[in-house]
């Protein structure tokens, strides 16, 4: 509770002593950018690829259209990689490739009146061996709470990740479903939590560091996320992907974190946020993953 009232002081004698200061930002002259964001990984054959145009705060006025003439090239490992533009949006593409762990990717894209982008990224190789266990968590009727336990070298900086499939069962519709559960955060507001959530592909998954104590060259991290319960004529099973993410990968969606989440940002008292990326001649990410998967679990609730 001390720490609730020290925030609250601080924050009265901020609104107390608050004036208004104009600043100038310099050396935001410089030429228009393309914003990539693309995540390839072994989870799928297709990978989703955004680009968007982005103008120097000095260049020009008013909102920049997303230029319809970007030429892009996808390799792995020097194999060209089959892209095609989405329907639905000029600003999204697909590329379809069979990724391996080890294998290079890289991206380059240009169009006129924008510089030349590009970045490359490798898949990690995945964590080959790792336990995972479900069981009913205590904090709520109908918490599932899921340990994984997998060997981290000391010696390397490492990032890891999870996403939590449910597989639902309906006997009288005959059909069976595949969803990513949304994984919960586990703290309190002034206390760190093991690991953060990021929203990918529409769901929130977990991601952490190795920066957690390991003992005998293992880690553990415990989740939770809102299970269902079994009925007469829809049932539920789970399995775990341990993820394995690049350090481009991390570092983004960390800064993205930091920018969004922070409790004081919206106060306006909130220290600048790092914003990270690793496109050369442009803004955004290129990060990549590799997965490997435990067995079904039943439904622990």
Known sequence: MKRVYILMAI?????????????????????????????????RDWHELTITGARSINNSIGDIETPTDIRIRITADGEEVRLEQD??????????????????????AEADGFEKAYAESIIPYPVEEFNAALVKGDDYSDEIR??????????TKDMYGAVIVSEETHSMLTYI??????????????DESPFRTMWLRGRRIAYWNDSQASQDGRQQMTLSFQGKKND???????????????EDFYRYFNGQWDRENNILA??????????YTNITGGLGVLGTLSHTESEWFDNPL
């Open 232 to 246: 007469p004529n829809c049932t539920y099973r789970y399995k775990v992907l341990m993820l394995k993410i690049s």
């Open 146 to 155: 899921v340990t994984v336990d997998y060997p981290d070298d000391p010696d």
């Open 266 to 275: 919206s106060m306006g008292l909130a220290s600048p946020t790092f914003t």
């Open 87 to 108: 329907n639905t949006s000029p600003k999204a593409y697909m590329a379809f490739h069979h990724l391996e762990p080890g294998q290079t990717v890289r991206i380059e």
């Open 177 to 190: 479903s595949h969803n990513a559960v949304d994984i919960e955060m586990i703290y309190g507001i002034l």
């Open 11 to 43: 924050l009265a004698i901020a609104g107390i002593t608050a004036c208004e200061q104009e600043f100038e930002i310099i050396d935001t002259d410089g030429d228009n950018r393309l914003h990539i964001e693309f995540l390839p990984s072994t989870l």
